[in-house]
């Protein structure tokens, strides 16, 4: 196959030299609210064709990279004395797969995050892209998630716009008395 960015033959959909020169990952940091935090890695303009790909049947391979360079080492280097539960937002399979879900799965690698699928969905289908503050608080995504798993969370999503996505998600999964630790996405658009 030929590499997204730069066109070169190459076995993975983004080349290695891509991968090393364009998707070393920069560690961002963004309160959310009080002592609450998102952890990111991208400037959103950096990833956002890639992104994008969510959209398009081999967006599943473009999403295991993003994640391999990213949260993958994030794992590899999480320290922390007992088990927590990484949550991805929304984790429909929407097209082919679960871009959600694609990148908490590559936190399990570490022995101590457990990673639930499935729990966390919006009821309210609408899409925020493009829309303004005004618009995303008039229209909250009306998250559901009913079971108490007695474990602190990680909240893990592709973009942090916002944050009221997160919020809205953080805010249903403490109602259900369980703990939200920080909130972990790919990109940020404030970086
Ligand atoms: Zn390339």
């Known amino acids: ?19 090393k020169n364009h998707l070393q990952p920069i560690f961002n940091k963004r309160e959310l609210e009080k002592d609450f935090f998102v952890y990111s890695f991208y400037e959103y303009d950096a990833i956002k064709d890639l992104l994008n790909t969510k959209y398009q049947f081999y967006g599943d391979k ?19 004395p007992h088990l927590v539960t990484a949550l991805p937002i929304d984790d429909h399979v929407n097209h082919d797969f679960s871009h959600t879900a694609i990148l908490a799965k590559t936190l399990s690698t570490t022995k101590n995050i457990d990673v639930q699928y499935n729990l966390l969905h919006a009821h309210n289908k ?13 229209n ?21 716009t916002t944050g009221l996505t997160i919020l809205e998600a953080k805010k249903v999964i403490q109602k259900s008395n369980n703990e939200v630790l920080f909130a972990l996405t790919l990109g940020d658009a404030k970086f």
Not at 62 to 80: C, G, M, T, Y
Not at 131 to 137: A, N, Q, V
């Open 1 to 19: 196959m030929r590499c997204l960015s730069c066109e070169q033959l190459s076995f993975e959909i983004i080349c290695q030299k891509c991968q």
């Open 62 to 80: 473009v999403f295991q990279i993003l994640a391999n360079n990213s949260f993958k080492k994030f794992a590899e280097n999480f320290d922390f």
């Open 126 to 138: 609408i899409k925020y892209a493009g829309k303004s503050l005004e618009f995303r608080k008039n």
């Open 140 to 160: 909250p995504r009306d998250f559901r998630f009913l079971p108490k798993i007695n474990s602190e969370v990680i909240l893990i999503d592709d973009l942090v």
